[in-house]
């Protein structure tokens, strides 16, 4: 009974997170006001540079790869793009919409940078990573949004929370600060050192043979190798 009660307490948080990570984008994210999208899609190259990191939110879907040169590229309707907005601030590419909008196409971004060291994304959105290569990569997932990635790394932090799902399996990286929390899952394969830290009802799995595991698991969720 009691375990039920904690299923039933982290899936209502879970939920909890999503609407209100849902609403912190409502730009994106709500179809019954805004700007109507016009419903046909057009590309469009956007001309930023000199950023590490990306923080984006709000039902968008990256593609984002390693190449030598900056290269942004952004497909939506095509009288929504200017109120999309991708901005630098410092070492970061930031990604959101001034005004409430409404798409009818889907929101596609092409990223391509020299290193990516830091991803963070909320509001039900997606990216992919191919071929990271970095020392240090922090990732962030909230709000369902998910992340799947691969390539290598020596250090690797991760955080997913409100039914999100981040899979790392396919990037090999040295040593791994894993949290996990309301309803979400991280797939890891560490060689070195693992910290696991999974809560709400999340997972935590890992591949491989690493050195050391330190893990920590409460309200019926899990750290276990898969």
Avoid: W
């Amino acid at each position: 009974m009691k375990k039920f009660s904690l299923m039933v307490f982290a899936s209502v948080l879970a939920f909890g997170l999503i609407f209100v990570n849902a609403c912190g984008f409502a730009g994106f994210n709500n179809f019954n006001n805004g700007i109507q999208g016009s419903g046909t899609a057009k590309s469009e190259t956007r001309n930023v540079s000199g950023f590490s990191k990306i923080d984006a939110g709000g039902a968008i879907h990256m593609e984002i790869s390693s190449g030598k040169d900056f290269a942004v590229t952004l497909e939506a309707d095509d009288n929504l793009l200017e109120h999309i907005k991708t901005d630098v601030s410092g070492d970061t590419l930031k990604i959101y919409t001034q005004d409430r909008i409404s798409p009818k196409t889907n929101i596609n971004i092409k990223i391509s940078m020299p290193e990516l060291k830091g991803l963070d994304v909320s509001g039900a959105s997606s990216a992919n990573v191919s071929n990271a290569k970095t020392e240090t990569l922090e990732l962030e997932a909230s709000g369902a949004s998910k992340i799947k990635l691969d390539g290598e790394a020596i250090t690797f932090k991760s955080n997913a929370s409100g039914a999100s799902r981040i899979d790392a399996e396919n990037l090999r990286v040295e040593n791994a600060e894993v949290e996990a929390s309301g309803a979400s899952s991280t797939t890891v394969s560490p060689s070195g050192e693992l910290k696991a830290n999974a809560s709400g009802a999340s997972n935590i799995y890992y591949t491989g043979e690493p050195k050391n595991v330190v893990k920590n698991a409460s309200g019926a969720s899990s750290v276990k190798k898969k």
